[in-house]
T-cell receptor, first 108, second 118 residues
Framework: AQRVTQPEKLLSVFKGAPVELKCNYS??????LFWYVQYSRQRLQLLLR??SRESIKGFTADLNKGETSFHLKKPFAQEEDSAMYYC??????????FGGGTRLMVKP | EAGVAQSPRYKIIEKRQSVAFWCNPI?????LYWYQQILGQGPKLLIQ????????DSQLPKDRFSAERLKGVDSTLKIQPAKLEDSAVYLC????????????????FGPGTRLTVL
């Protein structure tokens, strides 16, 4: 069975500092990875997916199959980035397995 | 476009009571999901519907949980009887495609129902 691990429950950085939220996965097939974000008092929403290879709100994530990782990065954190971030893996049946989440706090 | 709707937003019950949650997916979305999110954890899939059929319910505790999507649109999730460990946020999500849906299908989430079992 697939598994997604986010080793940090909380990550606290100052505004302007670089951010890296870690995500590791295990899956026997070809993985499709996502990052979801939940801002305070808002619903869970898609941030980015690895197949798009895009940058959203300054965030990027690269799938590293050798290290089975999909870390989320941003060079300069902003206060509005404070939120819960969830890494997720989608299997062939279109079902998502989520990690436990990392709370990002960006201090002024 | 209206998003996924869920009700109620909050529910407090005592253990051994019954409770039901309702979800209205985005119009035209064929696939509907129910997740359970316990405090401090990520969402865990309970059941997936495609139209009015169950695709996967392997993680649904069937001795107490049931779900239906009779007309392939709205869905209800029921717990009977509830236990303390059922306290969680129950999330509903939907996607446009069917089981073999597009790899670009995004899951759109509702606001969730927060259940507290005392």
């Amino acid at each position: 069975a697939q598994r997604v691990t986010q080793p940090e429950k909380l990550l606290s950085v100052f505004k302007g500092a670089p951010v890296e939220l870690k995500c590791n996965y295990s899956y026997s097939g070809s993985p499709e990875l996502f990052w979801y974000v939940q801002y305070s008092r808002q619903r869970l929403q898609l941030l980015l997916r690895h197949i798009s290879r895009e940058s959203i709100k300054g965030f990027t994530a690269d799938l590293n199959k050798g290290e089975t990782s999909f870390h989320l990065k941003k060079p300069f954190a902003q206060e509005e980035d404070s939120a819960m971030y969830y890494c997720a893996l989608r299997d062939a049946g279109n079902m998502l397995t989520f990690g436990g989440g990392t709370r990002l706090m960006v201090k002024p | 476009e209206a998003g996924v709707a869920q009700s109620p937003r909050y529910k407090i019950i005592e253990k051994r009571q019954s409770v039901a949650f309702w979800c209205n997916p985005i119009s035209g979305h064929a696939t509907l999901y129910w997740y359970q999110q316990i405090l401090g954890q990520g969402p865990k899939l309970l059941i997936q519907f495609q139209n009015n059929g169950v695709v996967d319910d392997s993680q649904l505790p069937k001795d107490r949980f049931s779900a239906e999507r009779l007309k392939g649109v709205d869905s209800t999730l029921k717990i009977q009887p509830a236990k303390l460990e059922d306290s969680a946020v129950y999330l509903c999500a939907s996607t446009p495609g069917g089981r073999g849906g597009l790899s670009t299908d995004t899951q759109y989430f509702g606001p969730g129902t927060r259940l507290t079992v005392l």
